[in-house]
Protein backbone atom coordinates (compact mmCIF):
# COMPACT_ATOMS: atom_id res chain seq x y z
CA UNK A 1 0.00 0.00 0.00
CA UNK A 2 1.36 3.37 -1.06
CA UNK A 3 -0.16 6.75 -0.34
CA UNK A 4 0.45 9.58 -2.45
CA UNK A 5 -0.11 13.33 -1.47
CA UNK A 6 0.71 16.20 -3.67
CA UNK A 7 1.82 19.66 -2.72
CA UNK A 8 2.74 23.18 -4.69
CA UNK A 9 0.38 24.20 -7.12
CA UNK A 10 -0.70 27.62 -7.67
CA UNK A 11 -0.72 30.30 -9.84
CA UNK A 12 2.33 31.27 -11.86
CA UNK A 13 2.41 33.72 -14.72
CA UNK A 14 2.95 32.22 -18.21
CA UNK A 15 6.91 32.14 -17.96
CA UNK A 16 7.46 31.60 -14.30
CA UNK A 17 7.95 28.03 -12.88
CA UNK A 18 6.78 25.76 -10.16
CA UNK A 19 8.12 23.07 -7.99
CA UNK A 20 5.67 20.07 -7.61
CA UNK A 21 6.35 17.05 -4.64
CA UNK A 22 4.61 14.08 -3.91
CA UNK A 23 5.26 12.54 -0.49
CA UNK A 24 4.49 8.77 -0.46
CA UNK A 25 3.97 6.81 2.29
CA UNK A 26 4.88 2.93 2.46
CA UNK A 27 8.47 1.45 3.18
CA UNK A 28 8.15 -0.12 -0.57
CA UNK A 29 8.31 3.31 -2.40
CA UNK A 30 11.32 2.52 -3.69
CA UNK A 31 9.90 -0.31 -5.51
CA UNK A 32 7.43 2.06 -8.00
CA UNK A 33 7.97 3.17 -11.04
CA UNK A 34 6.27 7.26 -10.40
CA UNK A 35 4.66 9.37 -12.75
CA UNK A 36 3.08 12.82 -13.03
CA UNK A 37 -0.25 13.00 -15.20
CA UNK A 38 -2.39 16.41 -15.58
CA UNK A 39 -5.92 16.99 -16.65
CA UNK A 40 -7.15 20.28 -18.26
CA UNK A 41 -10.76 21.12 -17.70
CA UNK A 42 -12.87 19.57 -20.37
CA UNK A 43 -10.11 17.13 -21.56
CA UNK A 44 -8.79 13.50 -20.82
CA UNK A 45 -5.91 12.82 -18.28
CA UNK A 46 -2.57 13.00 -19.70
CA UNK A 47 0.79 11.61 -19.11
CA UNK A 48 3.48 14.50 -18.22
CA UNK A 49 6.78 12.44 -17.16
CA UNK A 50 7.39 9.17 -15.54
CA UNK A 51 10.76 8.25 -13.54
CA UNK A 52 11.62 4.70 -13.12
CA UNK A 53 11.91 2.86 -9.42
CA UNK A 54 15.71 4.04 -9.36
CA UNK A 55 15.44 6.73 -10.46
CA UNK A 56 18.10 6.47 -13.47
CA UNK A 57 15.13 6.34 -16.55
CA UNK A 58 13.24 9.37 -17.21
CA UNK A 59 10.67 9.88 -19.89
CA UNK A 60 8.55 12.80 -21.01
CA UNK A 61 5.60 14.22 -23.58
CA UNK A 62 6.82 16.18 -25.86
CA UNK A 63 5.07 19.14 -24.84
CA UNK A 64 6.91 19.51 -21.45
CA UNK A 65 10.73 18.16 -22.79
CA UNK A 66 13.04 20.97 -22.04
CA UNK A 67 11.28 22.80 -19.35
CA UNK A 68 10.09 20.07 -16.78
CA UNK A 69 12.28 17.54 -15.25
CA UNK A 70 10.89 14.88 -12.80
CA UNK A 71 13.18 13.25 -10.00
CA UNK A 72 13.08 11.26 -6.82
CA UNK A 73 14.52 10.74 -3.14
CA UNK A 74 13.89 7.07 -2.45
CA UNK A 75 15.44 8.20 0.98
CA UNK A 76 12.81 10.62 2.08
CA UNK A 77 10.06 9.14 -0.37
CA UNK A 78 9.42 11.94 -2.58
CA UNK A 79 9.25 12.66 -6.10
CA UNK A 80 9.19 15.99 -8.15
CA UNK A 81 8.24 17.45 -10.89
CA UNK A 82 10.32 21.49 -11.57
CA UNK A 83 8.12 23.15 -13.99
CA UNK A 84 10.01 25.82 -16.18
CA UNK A 85 8.86 28.13 -18.49
CA UNK A 86 5.11 27.30 -17.62
CA UNK A 87 2.85 27.98 -20.53
CA UNK A 88 -1.16 28.52 -20.20
CA UNK A 89 -1.83 25.30 -21.73
CA UNK A 90 -0.01 24.08 -18.90
CA UNK A 91 -2.92 24.48 -16.47
CA UNK A 92 -4.59 21.59 -15.28
CA UNK A 93 -4.73 19.74 -12.22
CA UNK A 94 -1.38 17.56 -11.67
CA UNK A 95 -1.34 13.94 -10.20
CA UNK A 96 1.49 11.76 -9.01
CA UNK A 97 1.15 8.20 -9.17
CA UNK A 98 2.79 4.57 -8.58
CA UNK A 99 3.08 1.76 -10.42
CA UNK A 100 5.18 -1.16 -10.42
CA UNK A 101 5.15 -1.33 -14.89
CA UNK A 102 6.61 0.76 -16.60
CA UNK A 103 4.14 2.58 -18.59
CA UNK A 104 2.96 6.50 -19.96
CA UNK A 105 -1.19 5.00 -19.66
CA UNK A 106 -2.61 6.05 -16.49
CA UNK A 107 -4.98 2.72 -16.56
CA UNK A 108 -1.47 0.70 -15.46
CA UNK A 109 -0.86 3.05 -12.55
CA UNK A 110 -2.52 1.63 -8.79
CA UNK A 111 -2.16 4.37 -6.22
CA UNK A 112 -2.95 7.85 -7.24
CA UNK A 113 -2.80 11.07 -4.63
CA UNK A 114 -5.67 13.95 -4.58
CA UNK A 115 -4.21 16.28 -7.39
CA UNK A 116 -2.69 20.18 -7.05
CA UNK A 117 -4.04 22.48 -9.33
CA UNK A 118 -1.57 24.34 -11.23
CA UNK A 119 -2.92 27.59 -13.25
CA UNK A 120 -0.32 29.44 -15.49
CA UNK A 121 -2.12 32.97 -16.64
CA UNK A 122 -1.49 34.92 -20.04
Known amino acids: QVLLAESGGGLVQAGGSLRLSCAAS????????MAWFRQAPGKEREFVAR????????LYTDSVKGRFTISRDNAKNTVDLQMNSLKPEDTAVYYC???????????????WGQGTQVTVSS
Open 26 to 33: GRTFSNYN
Open 97 to 111: AGAMTVSVTGSQYKY
Open 51 to 58: ISASGYTR
